[in-house]
């Protein structure tokens, strides 16, 4: 009876450790707790402070389960390089100095890799506004001209204070268009030497851009002054 209840013993364990293996001679995946990991492959993801990581599949084809175990002694040693401060802008944040090591991109305040820093720890507040006072410009018929204020030639942002406090966008700044300004003198528009008729007026000191004219006035040679000569 002792005898029997010893094979009975032996077969069972022999099912819990060879699970994985039964199971995949029936094409199913294992029960829980039943898997076989034996082909572990490293991950690459030690740093210099902690060791790495592998991951085996379960050996049953027909089993999803994988294995991660920390793969000891494969931390590697600190190799780092200094990093100069990077200053802020008032658009982007700068970076404190420090060392790095080039392998793992850990973070360091000493060159030799004992105090580590948080990347948080690195970055600097953004930095103040470079304005320029920008003096108030006059309209035109075709421009408009802009209040007096000041210029981040970093950001391009405007602002109506040195201090950069108070921004404004362009729009707030431009001034309405102003009349139109028209030369001293006539223009001949239309050549009466050639047509009998012409045509003078008067153009707006922007009349390439604007293309206004005022006093339109038929004419006759006569009624150009002597001297004249026709284009």
């Not at 039964?22 to 294992?30: A, D, F, T």
């Not at 740093?47 to 089993?63: E, I, P, V, W």
């Not at 793969?71 to 990077?86: A, D, G, L, T, Y």
């Amino acid at each position: 009876m002792k005898k029997l209840l010893s094979i009975v013993l032996s077969i069972a364990m022999l099912f819990t450790f060879c699970g994985c293996n039964v199971h995949q001679s029936e094409g199913k995946p294992c029960a829980d707790g039943h898997h076989s990991f034996t082909k572990y492959v490293y991950n690459n993801d030690e740093t210099c402070l902690k060791d790495g990581t592998q991951t085996a599949s379960c050996d049953n084809m027909y089993c999803s389960a994988t294995d991660t175990k920390v793969k000891p002694n494969s931390k590697h040693s600190p190799q780092v390089i200094f990093i100069e401060q990077i200053d802020s802008t008032c658009v982007k944040h700068g970076c404190l100095a420090h060392y790095e090591c080039e392998l793992c991109h850990t973070f360091f305040t000493d060159q030799t890799a004992t105090n580590v820093l948080d990347k948080d720890g690195l970055v600097l507040p953004l930095g103040e506004h470079q304005t320029v006072f920008v003096a108030e410009t006059k309209s035109s018929c075709v421009s408009h001209g802009l209040l007096s204020h000041y210029y981040c030639d970093v950001c391009g942002g405007y602002f109506t204070d040195q201090s950069a406090i108070y921004k404004v966008v362009l729009e707030q700044l431009q001034k309405p268009f102003s009349d139109h300004v028209f030369n001293p003198y006539y223009t001949v528009d239309v050549n009466p030497d050639k047509y009998g008729i012409g045509e003078i007026s008067w153009h707006c000191v922007n009349y390439d851009i604007c293309g206004v004219r005022k006093d339109i006035t038929t004419v006759t040679r006569e009624d150009l002054p002597d001297g004249w000569i026709g284009a």
